[in-house]
């Protein structure tokens, strides 16, 4: 499994990827993250070059990650809420998965979709990212066979202190996964 974070502080998302990752490690189900912004990312210009041949002019780590979303079946999202929505980082990765577009390269890969944020869970903040994230894995023809949002996470560690879901989630993913 391939979980993407989207958030580049060592926060609340990083803190799950890296939560999750230790329960699949110990299962020996190999699971690999990356903060796309922590790469060098360039932003999609829209030339539209990629639909043509499915290749990107862009020489950078999106090459890698594109390679890497190829052999995985299962990919995560894990986007902080910003404005109700995705963070930018994300969104400029997502952005330059359209060279998979034209190929169908999502289509049928089984996407968990977690959104995290501060408010309340009855403020519809989160669950506004959260629907983006499934919004966009509509448009790619894949199968969220997961999703799930965080509540009441502002500072760096605050998703540490709600140990129950956490671990509730780590179960239920390990029920989809194994
Ligand atoms: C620019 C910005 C906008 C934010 N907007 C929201 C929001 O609309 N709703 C929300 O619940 N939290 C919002 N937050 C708070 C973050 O979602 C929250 O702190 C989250 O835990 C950040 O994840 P991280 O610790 O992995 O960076 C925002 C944070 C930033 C920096």
């Known amino acids: 499994m391939l979980i993407i974070v989207g958030s580049r502080r060592n926060g609340n998302c990083f803190h799950l990827a890296n939560k999750i990752k ?27 070059d990629c639909d043509k041949d499915g290749i990107c002019g862009f ?21 902080p809420t910003r404005w109700n929505t995705l963070s930018g980082d994300l969104k400029i ?12 390269g999502l289509r049928n890969k089984k996407m968990i979709a977690v959104s995290i944020g501060a408010k309340d869970e009855d403020l519809y903040s989160s669950e506004a990212a959260l629907n983006d994230l499934i919004s966009f894995a509509e448009s790619a023809q894949m199968n969220v066979i997961l999703d ?3 509540s009441n996470c502002l500072k760096e560690n605050d998703i540490l202190n709600q140990e129950n879901e956490l671990n ?5 993913l390990k029920k989809k996964i194994i």
């Open 22 to 48: 230790e329960a699949f490690d110990k299962e020996r189900i190999h699971t690999e993250i990356i903060v796309p912004g922590n790469q060098k990312i360039h932003i999609c210009t829209g030339c539209m």
């Open 59 to 79: 020489q950078d780590d999106m090459k890698n990650n594109i390679e890497k979303i190829k052999e995985e079946e299962y990919i995560m999202f894990i986007t």
């Open 93 to 104: 990765f997502i952005d330059r998965l359209n060279p998979l577009y034209s190929r169908k």
């Open 148 to 150: 799930k949002k965080f």
């Open 168 to 172: 509730t989630f780590i179960e239920e």
